[in-house]
């Protein structure tokens, strides 16, 4: 276990350093940087006073010192400045990390509480209407982009109360907060909650057809007990995966769904560093989202072992 | 205990319908939301390939007399806020919404299969290359891998489907390298290797063909997501550039203001993504039922 442990940590080292390359790499090769943009909206271009400020910025420098120093500074908690609000990254980003934090885990919670309930009821009742109508409403979840489902929830907003929610960062009421934060989580985790409901069904229905069910009910237990408690229980790993899995990717969704909202989250303002070609925020944006998909990833195998008496690594 | 009747079970079993007309009409019966969802992936198909038959106005004219012109029986779907009509725009946004699907799956599948077919058939140290590369590429989300591929490359259509084809590969080249390590174990690879047949005819005519179930099934489930990702780039002013009628692009032009004001710029194009990835859907799980049973649910 210890072995596999060290293995494990040892590759996820090797895929962070590969991104960092990748990402600097492609950041690098965009054609225009943000002198060129700066220039470009001042409408006259001073040969010298573009080299000064490629020079100010460490442009000018080889691709490979620029490199360097990003991840001498990253390794002792330096980030690099903004090139658009000249502060430091770090004090950009960290602020609008619980935001997007917060958004993350109601939109999981959202995903779990409907999914996998309905994924159950589902796989029991397989091959009913119920069954078919569950089926294709969460098709319908794969298939409507989040951002459209948050501009009709917008357009919803406005035909019944005459508005639509804005964002505030200390939320004064319940119904304001829950507004500002529930409905915008939905929006992203009606996606989240199709998928698991998938994953619940397709497991349940494998484990449904295995013989300790069948002992379980002939020893008598109520159909309610032998669906949750004995099936479910065996059912929930995959979920579990999936989640995880999703935990980490939800970073997608709520890309669109913040800008959608107007949320000043982390997710947002990636978008509107790649289009400022602001390279520390979406380098180092990038990096945290890596950071924390492998984490996540990690985390989820070991919890594998810890629910699952089964599973052992490296013995 | 009532008799079977073994006449209706062997028809219901699909006994009798095993080629042609017969099979096909027993498969629609058998799987109806696949052939619903087949039936949507015709009309888009068709409504990209006639685009220029169906729609009513050129979908980049601009008319300034009728903006934001609201549905009636000249524009059907109203105008934007150029006065372009907006159900041409969607007609021809179904030609973008297929070129990327296609193009991108495709890209993504292709590379996705050469990689994984030399990973699972060599091994060893190409193997461990592929392997790495492949955990790098999944350790980010889709369209953050995308977003940062797009803005790279620069806005147009070429780029997008590149854009969108690059996070596919991991997840092709992982369901070939499993099946191909499968494989490489059968007798039937042996008696091949045994005959003299050199390793690339090997992997090529005898493995490849193999992999194809599971790759024609994930490569449906992938389309879907791409004509997606392909919106969410688009209506972040990341994918196809204006002014091309891309359904994704259609909601981006600042549709949170004309949430009020001009509904229709924001329903019909939602509608027409939506309907399009939600027929690849429902064809793709009827696919996967049909060529890959162990994986029916």
């Given at each position: 276990m210890f072995a596999y442990i060290v293995r494990r940590l040892a590759l996820m080292l090797v895929t962070l350093v590969g991104i960092s390359i990748i990402i600097f790499v492609l950041l690098r090769i965009v054609p225009g940087n943000i002198v060129d943009i700066l220039f470009d909206a001042a409408g006259f271009v001073d040969p010298a006073d573009k080299a000064n400020l490629e020079k100010e910025l460490g442009l000018s420098q080889p691709i490979i010192v620029q490199y360097l120093q990003w991840i001498g500074g990253l390794l002792h908690g330096d980030l690099g400045y903004s090139y658009?609000?000249?502060?430091?990254a770090l004090q950009e980003i960290l602020p609008r990390i619980p935001i997007t934090a917060r958004l993350a885990g109601l939109a999981l919670l959202f995903s779990a509480s409907i999914g996998i309930p309905l994924g159950v009821i589902s796989a029991v009742h397989q091959g009913t209407r119920l069954d078919y109508a569950l089926r294709v409403l969460s098709l319908s979840g794969l298939s409507l982009p989040s951002f459209w489902l948050g501009l009709l929830i917008l357009m919803a907003s406005v035909s019944l109360f005459g508005t639509m929610p804005i964002f505030n960062p200390?939320?004064?009421t319940w119904a304001e907060a829950f507004a500002i934060y529930a409905v915008p989580a939905a929006a992203v985790g009606f996606r989240s909650a199709a998928l698991t409901m998938r994953i619940t069904r397709s497991s349940m229905l494998e484990i449904l057809r295995q013989d300790f069910i069948r002992t379980a009910r002939a020893k008598g237990a109520s159909e309610r007990s032998v669906n949750y408690r004995h099936a479910l229980k065996n059912a929930i790993l995959p979920v579990i995966t999936v989640i995880g899995i999703e935990a980490a990717f939800l970073i997608g969704g709520l890309i669109v769904t913040e800008t959608v909202f107007n949320i000043p989250g982390v997710a947002r303002f990636l978008v509107e560093a790649i289009r400022w070609r602001d390279y520390p925020i979406v380098q180092n944006l990038v990096m945290f989202i890596a950071v924390v998909v492998v984490v996540t990833n990690f985390t989820v195998d070991m919890l594998y072992a810890a629910i699952d008496p089964r599973i052992r690594y490296g013995d | 205990m009532s008799a079977i009747n073994y006449d209706s079970e062997l028809k219901r079993a699909g006994a009798n319908a095993t080629r042609g007309w017969r099979r096909l009409t027993f498969l629609a019966q058998r799987y109806v939301l696949g052939t619903i969802g087949l039936f949507i992936m015709v009309i888009f198909v068709w409504t990209a390939l006639s685009a220029d038959l169906i729609a009513r106005f050129d979908p980049l004219s601009v008319d300034s007399a009728h903006r934001?012109?609201?549905?009636?029986?000249?524009h059907w779907l109203g105008t934007d806020s150029f006065g372009r009509d907006v159900w041409s725009r969607i007609i021809h946004g179904a030609r973008i919404s297929l070129a990327v699907g296609i193009g991108s799956t495709a890209l993504g599948a292709s590379i996705g299969v050469l990689i994984g077919l030399a990973s699972g058939y060599l091994s060893g140290w190409v193997d461990l290359i592929f392997q790495r590369i492949t955990d790098i590429l999944q350790a980010l989300p889709l369209l953050v891998l995308a977003l940062v591929m797009s803005a790279a490359l620069g806005p147009s259509l070429p780029n997008t489907i590149i854009a969108i084809a690059i996070p596919l590969i991991p997840t092709v080249s992982r369901v070939i390298r499993a099946n191909t390590l499968a494989l490489r174990e059968l007798p039937f690879v042996e008696a091949a290797k045994s005959i003299g047949m050199s390793e690339s005819r090997i992997a090529f005519r005898h493995v490849l063909p193999n992999t194809m179930a599971p790759l024609i099934v994930l490569a449906t489930a992938q389309l879907g997501s791409t004509i997606l990702t392909e919106a969410s780039l688009s209506f972040l002013g990341l994918g196809i550039p204006e002014p091309y009628p891309s359904w994704g692009r259609m909601l981006s032009e600042s549709a949170a203001e004309y949430v009020r004001v001009a509904p229709w710029l924001v329903i019909f194009p939602g509608v027409a993504i939506s309907l399009a990835v939600f027929g690849t859907n429902l064809f793709g799980d009827a696919l996967r039922d049909i060529l890959d049973p162990r994986q029916r649910g």
């Open positions: 658009v609000s000249e502060k430091p200390n939320p004064q | 934001l012109a609201s549905p009636d029986a000249r």
